[in-house]
């Protein structure tokens, strides 16, 4: 599922997948390492969801022994958990369809 603020998509699996990997791990660079993602590629994300919402979704952590980090506020453990709740009932939903889509596939993962 994605949902769009003019051009930009505001909210994907992507930024929601980046959101849990710096909950997981307390830093953007840690988060995007973990998924495989450039940390360019992560700070452009934050910045595109964080500017779509009211409140944003990850904020700066102040450097103390270890130095800085990144923390995922309320609104983004919010947002995490409205959109798999979205997608576990449009899953759930959908059942049927999905299983007659992948039956179209060549090569379908057990």
Known sequence: MRITAGDTIAI???KIRLLEAILETGSLTAGAKSIDMSYRRAWILINELNGALKKPAVE???GGEHGGGSV????GRRL????????ATATAA???EIRSMTSLLAVVDA
């Open 94 to 96: 959908c059942k049927a």
């Open 60 to 62: 700066s952590a102040k």
């Open 12 to 14: 994907g699996p992507g």
């Open 80 to 87: 995490i958990a409205h959109y798999r709740n979205i997608e």
């Open 72 to 75: 995922v506020t309320d609104v």
